[in-house]
């Protein structure tokens, strides 16, 4: 829930766990915010310092368990050292590529008495006032001769420009250069996907007109790396003479799959705002890059257009509700302040792909982790740092097995989180996987739970639908509701992934 609400609100978020079994609890928690790059602080409790070389309660090597899992992962051994090492988490966690820290306080720390009058405070690092870690001429001068020679630019924007950049700021800078655009992670909704200068996910499976970066001459990175989906040889997707701009915070994410012909280390509002400033100096930039913006316009336009057949193939069965048809019903109430929050599996990337992205921290999904259900306290911790606005949570049925209880937390706080279950009961993507590789499916069948009950014994609202001409009455009474509520979605089975080849 820290992670959804830091990713919510743009701040670091704080956890507190319980020491032994609590901290391992939490392990999924360390592996999402890493993959998503949040900037969380987990102080977790911990046994007595002296009880751990004598077979004591609940005694782990806590900081060892979750060190591969986070940017910092310490043992505070005396009271003296509290405030100095919490100080040191924050900065830790937001320097660079943000992520998740972890501080482990024995009770005997947490008891103790502080000897020192050494005073730390808890803050975060100044994003805008680093100095950069290169010298910027040369890199400027060679990015802009690098944007200057190019004829099929694009920019990927990433998770850092959503701790670092403002979204009027980004939009204009941009639109300075005439370069396409794509976000992924944190990025999704700092510019909006708006078909003119943004053109979506840079995610290839999920954006077939990100696909088009195989016919680009030069990539300019905002804010990320390259990844298994960007850059991964096997897809073909960058050529090898295609050049490379990176910009970021982090020195150590430079050239990951892919070298950087030029990388910019620093504060990425100072670093891309030179690099505008020195593009404005080229001349006719725009006008250059206008054709190959027109195509990436154009294929956007198709690749959105394929939703229609898409619509005619799978929604006109009256015996059977798919998933594109619950995008559709809750479209009649989408708005760029409902958050949306997607997991994995099969279910969740109807709506990942549907719904655009219109708004900074209203779109987030699982990161490269694909924790399945997730998105439930990712969710509700974005809901919690902006309870006025509504939160849609999509997962499959199989996922909100893991945390379902964690929908509590939204009844005690009264929080309108809508969650929608597409219940097909099964683990859609081993069914798939084991059918295409195998012929016949081993264990992956789920028994048929009405979740919607089950969100009523823990005093949400609870919704069942089976008949898509009913469809429309759930989805309003959801809506409608002040609380958290669940749709539980009788879904077709095998419906898969939409658009892919």
Same mark, same amino acid.
């Given at each position: ?26 392990? &999924?928690?360390?592996?999402? %915010?890493? #993959?998503? !790059?949040?900037?969380? @602080?987990? *102080?977790? $409790? ?94 400027? &001068?060679?990015?802009?001769? %690098?944007? #200057?020679? !190019?004829?099929?630019? @694009?920019? *990927?924007? $990433? ?99 892919? %070298?950087?012909?030029? !990388? ?6 100072? $670093? ?230």
């Amino acid at each position: 829930m820290a992670d959804g609400w830091s990713r919510a609100t743009g701040k670091p978020g704080v956890a507190i766990v319980g020491g032994g079994p609590g901290h391992v609890n939490a392990v &999924t928690g360390f592996a999402v %915010a890493q #993959s998503a !790059a949040t900037p969380v @602080i987990v *102080i977790s $409790g911990q046994p007595p310092l002296h009880t751990r070389d004598r077979n004591g309660h609940q005694i782990l090597y806590q900081a060892d368990i979750v060190r591969t899992l986070t940017k910092w992962a310490q043992e505070i051994t005396s009271p003296n050292i509290i405030s100095e090492l919490v100080s040191r988490g924050f900065r830790i966690a937001t320097a660079g590529k943000p992520g998740p820290v972890s501080l482990s306080v024995p009770t005997n720390v947490q008891e103790g008495r502080i000897e020192t009058s050494a005073n730390y405070r808890v803050r975060a690092v100044n994003k805008n006032t680093e100095n950069f870690a290169v010298t910027l001429d040369e890199s400027i &001068t060679d990015a802009r001769q %690098a944007i #200057s020679n !190019a004829e099929r630019p @694009i920019m *990927i924007i $990433g998770g850092g420009a959503w701790w670092d950049l403002e979204r009027d700021s980004l939009s204009r800078l941009v639109s300075r250069t005439g370069i396409p655009a794509f976000t992924i992670e944190q990025a999704r909704g700092l510019i909006a996907d708006d078909g003119e200068i943004c053109f979506g996910y840079a995610h290839p499976a999920f954006n077939r007109t990100f696909r088009e970066v195989r016919n680009s001459d030069l990539v300019i990175l905002v804010g990320t790396e390259f990844n298994l989906h960007t850059a991964a040889e096997q897809k073909q997707l960058l050529s090898a003479d295609t050049r490379v701009i990176q910009l970021h915070r982090d020195a150590e994410q430079i050239g990951i799959c892919k %070298a950087a012909d030029v !990388a910019i280390v620093g504060p990425l509002k100072v $670093g891309l705002e030179i690099l505008a400033s020195a593009c404005d100096g080229i001349g006719s930039l725009r006008e250059k890059h206008h054709g190959w913006l027109r195509h990436i316009r154009n294929k956007y336009s198709e690749y959105r257009n394929e939703w229609r057949s898409l619509h005619e193939t799978n929604c006109n069965d009256a015996s059977s509700i798919h998933p594109l048809q619950v995008c559709e019903s809750l479209e009649r109430y989408r708005s760029d302040r409902i958050r949306i929050v997607t997991d994995g599996g099969d279910f969740a990337h109807w709506p990942r792909i549907y719904f655009p992205a219109r708004s900074p921290g209203h779109w987030m999904d699982g990161a490269e982790i694909g924790a399945l259900g997730a998105s439930l306290p990712v969710g509700i911790g974005a809901q919690i740092g902006h309870p006025a606005e509504q939160t849609w949570v999509f997962l499959g049925d199989g996922g909100f097995g893991f945390y379902g209880f964690d929908l509590s937390t939204a009844v005690q706080r009264g929080l309108p989180v809508k969650v929608f279950i597409g219940n097909d009961h099964c683990w859609g993507i081993e069914r798939r996987l084991q059918l295409a590789h195998y012929g016949r499916t081993v264990a992956v069948d789920l028994p048929d739970i009405r979740y919607d009950r089950f969100a009523e014994i823990l005093g949400a609202k609870g919704v069942y639908v089976e008949d898509p001409s009913k469809l429309d009455d759930a989805v309003d009474q959801v809506i409608a509701h002040d609380g958290p509520a669940v749709l539980n979605v009788s879904i077709r089975p095998a419906c898969g992934r939409p658009l892919l080849d």
